[in-house]
């Protein structure tokens, strides 16, 4: 019988391959969040437990960042901006992946 740690480990991707299929897997899952906002916290719940991290919360003030914003405003890097859809990245073996950047106006 494998041990609920074994199988732990079993879920952490160990080749390439696994990590392209978890980052694949994880942009289907932001669509569908995106997509969906009945569904949003089932998605979430599933999300976080797959290794995606939000980035920012709605209403939360940052600073400019076009790595991790989105906009269609004109904003210069380190202007202050607000939130309105949360971004997601994934901690993965090659580093933080950026799956969709924060919406922000």
């Known amino acids: 019988m494998i041990g609920f740690k074994d199988w732990l480990e079993n879920l952490v991707p160990k080749t390439e391959g696994d990590i392209d299929f978890q980052r694949d897997i994880c942009r289907e899952l932001v669509f569908a969040w995106e997509d969906h906002q009945e569904a949003r ?7 976080t437990n797959i290794g995606l ?45 950026m799956i969709a950047r924060a919406k922000v106006i």
């Open 41 to 47: 916290t089932a998605l979430e719940r599933v999300m």
């Open 53 to 97: 991290e939000p980035i920012g919360e709605v209403g939360q003030q940052v600073n400019f960042d076009n790595r991790e914003h989105q906009t269609n405003s004109n904003f210069q890097p380190g202007q202050v901006c607000k939130i309105v859809e949360p971004g997601w990245q994934l901690v993965s073996p090659r580093g933080i992946l």
